[in-house]
């Protein structure tokens, strides 16, 4: 199964707040993507880190994260799937954060399961596989 990691448990494990290794570890036959948007959500974090060394030290994670998990691109289909779950989402009052419906889109769209510690939000999305990362938190 493919699982696409939300930005929420990057961050977090960018933080040692999540032990990422460990996930993995116990989700040996899933490969794991992210979407393009997270590749954006990233990115901004580097640009906006303070000092120096702090932007270096992001900006390492995260470039080796790029060089390890694939980046699935926001193309046609993924654009029918946004343009349909925002239209469902909004018909109910249930909408979400935008980056967060990219991301539910994506995961709709491969038929992925997503990772992520924002599960009340994406809740709100029908037919979307949520796992939860709570169980390798860094007490």
């Known amino acids: 199964m493919g699982l696409i990691l939300d930005s929420s448990v990057l961050i ?3 933080k040692k707040r999540l032990d990422l290794s460990r996930f993995f570890a116990a989700h040996p036959a899933d490969s794991f993507f992210i979407a393009a948007i997270t590749v954006s959500e990233l990115l901004h974090g580097v640009a906006r880190a303070q000092p120096p060394a702090r932007r270096k ?8 994260l790029l060089a390890k998990i694939e980046a699935l691109d ?5 654009a029918r799937r946004h343009a349909d779950l925002w239209a469902s989402l909004e018909k109910l009052g249930q909408i ?3 980056y967060d419906l990219l991301i539910a889109a ?3 769209r491969y038929d992925h399961g997503l990772v992520t510690l924002n599960i009340a939000e ?11 990362p709570a169980p390798f938190m860094v007490t």
Request: negative net charge.
């Open 12 to 14: 977090a494990a960018e």
């Open 57 to 64: 030290a992001r900006s390492a994670f995260v470039e080796a």
């Open 74 to 78: 926001f193309d046609a289909e993924v």
């Open 96 to 98: 979400i954060g935008p």
């Open 106 to 108: 994506t995961a709709l």
């Open 122 to 132: 994406f809740r709100r999305v029908s037919g979307l596989r949520l796992i939860d």
